[in-house]
T-cell receptor, first 113, second 113 residues
Framework: DAKTTQPPSMDCAEGRAANLPCNHSTISGNEYVYWYRQIHSQGPQYIIHGLKNNETNEMASLIITEDRKSSTLILPHATLRDTAVYYCIVIIWGSGNTGKLIFGQGTTLQVKP | NAGVTQTPKFRVLKTGQSMTLLCAQDMNHEYMYWYRQDPGMGLRLIHYSVGEGTTAKGEVPDGYNVSRLKKQNFLLGLESAAPSQTSVYFC????????????FGSGTRLTVV
């Protein structure tokens, strides 16, 4: 089972910041939080990941609370092309120290004109 | 570079027929994965491989077999297709056992009638 919970859907106005929350209250101290998105049934696309410090790249920013039990993905200036399903994932570790991405239902972000 | 290529893109099978889905990556990634995605749901891990000649079960392995005879290829087989296997299948590869290096293919849409 996924180790994260996300709201099923959110709306955002074009040009505004989109803030997507994620709860991961059972996260362990050395587990990263990963964000992927899936645009209209294409293959998922990596966005960003983090451990405990806030992270920023050309696509988004990731804010992780100090207790690491939740995080927020921020798209600073959402465009219509950012309409997608966003997945927050904490990796599941299996045998042989192999990590597996287990996807939950994600948040459907609708960016509106 | 092509990244991850899935063949075929679409297929319709009759119940009981068999087929093989091919995933090929040209990034020299060690790890490869097969997921399925049903309407309105997130991706579920079927099988994965941590290297040439190795395979392991994911969340929903029943009814599928896999092989990784060459590092660049990961095959997913359906021996006797069932309507419940109607889905979109995604292949992914990654360079690390962590969750941030995944590259996904564009998917294979399979319908079993």
């Amino acid at each position: 089972d996924a180790k994260t919970t996300q709201p099923p859907s959110m709306d955002c106005a074009e040009g505004r910041a989109a803030n997507l929350p994620c709860n991961h209250s059972t996260i362990s101290g050395n587990e990263y939080v990963y964000w992927y998105r899936q645009i209209h049934s294409q293959g998922p696309q990596y966005i960003i990941h983090g451990l405990k410090n806030n992270e920023t790249n050309e696509m988004a920013s990731l804010i992780i609370t100090e207790d690491r039990k939740s995080s927020t993905l921020i798209l600073p200036h959402a465009t219509l092309r950012d309409t997608a399903v966003y997945y927050c994932i904490v990796i599941i570790w299996g045998s042989g120290n192999t990590g597996k991405l287990i996807f939950g239902q994600g948040t459907t972000l609708q960016v509106k004109p | 570079n092509a990244g991850v290529t899935q063949t075929p893109k679409f297929r319709v099978l009759k119940t009981g027929q068999s087929m093989t889905l091919l995933c090929a990556q040209d990034m020299n990634h060690e790890y490869m994965y097969w997921y399925r995605q049903d309407p309105g749901m997130g991706l579920r891990l079927i099988h994965y491989s941590v290297g040439e000649g190795t395979t392991a079960k994911g969340e929903v392995p029943d009814g599928y077999n896999v092989s990784r005879l060459k590092k660049q290829n990961f095959l997913l087989g359906l021996e006797s297709a069932a309507p419940s296997q109607t889905s979109v299948y995604f292949c992914a590869s990654s360079w690390s056992t962590g969750g941030h290096g995944y590259t996904f293919g564009s998917g294979t849409r399979l319908t079993v009638v």
